[in-house]
Every structure is written in C-alpha cells, then in structure tokens.
C-alpha cells in the first residue's frame, strides 16, 4: 500500500515512545505535542504493560493520532496491532519473523525492521519490508541491549546499499540530525530527545527545522 | 469447532509449561513424557522469551504434540498462537479481551479464560468461550500474580453457576485432584506436579488414576 517515497517522508521524523522518560506526563499529550510540532510517525513501544493494558493505550494513541493522519505503529507486537487497528508493526532482530508479521498483517500494513550491522541490512534486502532502522547509530542510555553503535560510516553504508527507506536511531538530537540525514538516512527515530522535552511540539519542530540543512 | 463434551474430555488433565520447574531438563521432552502418561491438553507459558524464540518453540511443540493428537494453546499471546499454528489460547483477566482475541483467532480455534470469582464467571458465562480456569483453587508457589484462593467451595459455585466446562488450577496434585474433580471440575491444570516430577510420564498417569477415583 505504502510507496517507497510516501515512506520516506513518514519516517522524516519518527517518534518512539517511552513513558517513563516522559516524566510523568501524560503520554498522549507528548505525542499529540510531538505531532503538532512535525513529528511523521510514532512507534508506541511498551515492554511492562499486560496484553489488555497495551490494546487500550494503542487504541487511544491510535484515535489520537487520526486526525493528524499520522499512522501508528507497535513494536514487536502483532497481536496488539491488529487488536488495536494500528497501521502496522517494527519489528527487532529477536522479534517475530518478518514473514510471520506479514502473513498475519497482510500486505497493507506498515514493517519496519531493525538492522544492526551490514549483514542484516543486506539480508533485509531480501524482504519486502517498508524501510529499515539503522540501530544504533550513536550508543544511548534509552535502550542498553543493543549492538556496537554503527557510527555514520555504518549508517551511510547502510544506506548506500538498502533498496528500503533508511531510518536511524539512537543518538538522534538537535546535533546528531543533519550529519545522519546528510550521511544518507531518509530520517531520524527519536526517542528521549521528544518524549522528555520540556516542549516536545518546539523539539519536533526544531528537529525538523536542522534536517532541512 | 469443538464441541462442550469435547473440550471437558480435553481439559481432563491439562498440563501448563514452566520451564525452570522442569529443573534443566528439555521442555520437550518433559511434554512427550506427560503426554504418554495421558496429558489431554497442552498450555505453553512463557514470560520472558523473546517473540522470535517463543514462536519457534511454539511450532516445535506443535510437532511434538501433533502424533499425540493432543491440542497446544498458547498462553497470553495471540500473536504466537497465530504465527505457530496453534490450537489456541488461554487469557487472563489482564489479557487481551475475549472478543478482540476470537475476532483474530477465528471460530475454530480453542479459547479459554480464568476466572478468579463467582462475578468473573458470571461475566465469562457471557462471552463464547471453550472453557474457563478456576484460579487459583489453592495458593501455590507457581504463581504468585494471583488472586485468593477459591477453595473447594468457591470452585464448586463457580462449576454450578458456569455454562463453560471448567478446569481448576492451582495447588493441583495427587492429593487435590480427586476433591476437585468431585466438586464439579471437568479437570485439574497442573503445572509442577508434572513439570518438575521425576517421571512425567507416571506422575501424569497417576493423576489420571486419582481422578477415576
């Protein structure tokens, strides 16, 4: 359903979340901030919540982020995305296979695979998914069970060699943007640098602002 | 699919999985044991594998169980269920809704719920269910996330009230099972009684003895 380009411009920038770096704010308002500053895309990623709790916060983000026509994606579960009606799934290198996703997603959802070294992106080739993430460009503290940082050497290898839309993660801020944009990513994955901003609309806008160069 | 007589002769002796109580010995093989010492039906439980490892034990349970005829569920994860070929799945009161979790499994596939009160089972009497756990019966140090203990006499009223075939779990053992079974439960869910026995095959057998009476 998706083309290559509309990709490309929904994974601009693209909005992770985590409730606990949103300091005890109210997790659909800093993701309805973050979509009125310019956010293109939200992953409600989850790793605590019961299967029950997980539906209903997706089916509120979901009816949060439609009249945005910003579409949503949850990670890892399938499950929760076709209870929920969400627009899709990004999967991990230790989550369902990406065959099984789509089967059970259909050819209309949204994938999204995450790729840690040259070798997966090259086997990320051989799938019909709708982009890759390059993870980690840059080490982080909000996610500690990744690979070595890939660094914008990685990155632009990455890019370089990918038939998919390329996101990159880990790392991404006001700083890091325009060398992973410049280094050939179609877009960066934010996960802190919107969820704890004192003004997570300005952060998304600035965010966007330093991608245009 | 399955018929009310059916699924009360399936429940007769349900095992649920819990690998560290199969004490390093392979979950597979504690499965087949039990089976052959009459095992009806088969719950796979499982909290802290990944997505992708959960799904590939799922399917090579399957394959365990497929010769035996005995049914695998799946528990909690819809998602697994779906990708392995499972028969189904077991929920709890935190899991996803009965509703959005037939919606994607389908008609023919098996769904049962635990019911941690008479107000659970009065609700559950409700919804299109293939059975219902009683849960738990007795406390137990299986499962520590549960509810107080129904007793005998919680368990027969929840029996009396229920149009599901009910299973009873908790503290389910050779001294428990016959009781149970008189106080109207079609069958008991054992979980270390089988997985941590020196002989899962016997000790499944036994408790198919007790419960002739």
């Known amino acids: 359903m998706y083309d290559k380009q509309t990709v490309r411009e929904l994974i601009r920038l693209y909005l992770v979340t985590d409730r606990p770096l949103a300091l005890?704010?109210?997790l659909e308002w800093v993701v309805s901030e973050a979509v009125k500053g310019?956010?293109?895309?939200?992953?409600?990623?989850e790793k605590d919540l019961?299967?029950?709790?997980f539906v209903e916060l997706a089916r509120r983000?979901?009816?949060?982020?439609?009249?945005?026509?910003?579409?949503?994606l949850i990670n890892d579960r399938v499950d929760v995305a076709l209870?929920?009606?969400?627009?899709?799934?990004?999967?991990?290198?230790s989550d369902?296979?990406?065959?099984?996703?789509?089967?059970?997603?259909?050819?209309?959802k949204l994938i999204g695979l995450s790729v840690e070294s040259i070798d997966d992106a090259v086997r990320a080739n051989s799938l019909d998914l709708d982009y890759i993430a390059a993870s980690p460009?840059?080490?982080?503290?909000t996610k500690t069970d990744t690979a070595a940082a890939l660094g914008l050497e990685g990155l632009g290898r990455i890019a370089s060699i990918s038939r998919h839309p390329v996101v990159g993660i880990g790392g991404m801020n006001l700083t890091t943007a325009a060398d992973v944009v410049a280094a050939g990513a179609d877009g960066i994955a934010v996960v802190s640098g919107i969820m704890s901003a004192d003004d997570p609309c300005k952060a998304s806008a600035r965010l966007i602002d330093v991608m245009r160069g």
Chains 1, 2 share one sequence.
């Open 96 to 108: 369902m296979e990406y065959a099984d996703a789509r089967r059970l997603l259909g050819p209309d």
């Open 38 to 45: 310019g956010v293109t895309l939200v992953q409600l990623r």
């Open 137 to 141: 460009v840059y080490l982080t503290s």
């Open 61 to 72: 983000l979901k009816a949060t982020l439609e009249p945005y026509g910003v579409p949503l």
């Open 50 to 53: 019961s299967t029950k709790a």
């Open 83 to 93: 209870a929920s009606g969400a627009d899709g799934v990004h999967i991990g290198q």
């Open 24 to 26: 005890g704010r109210d």
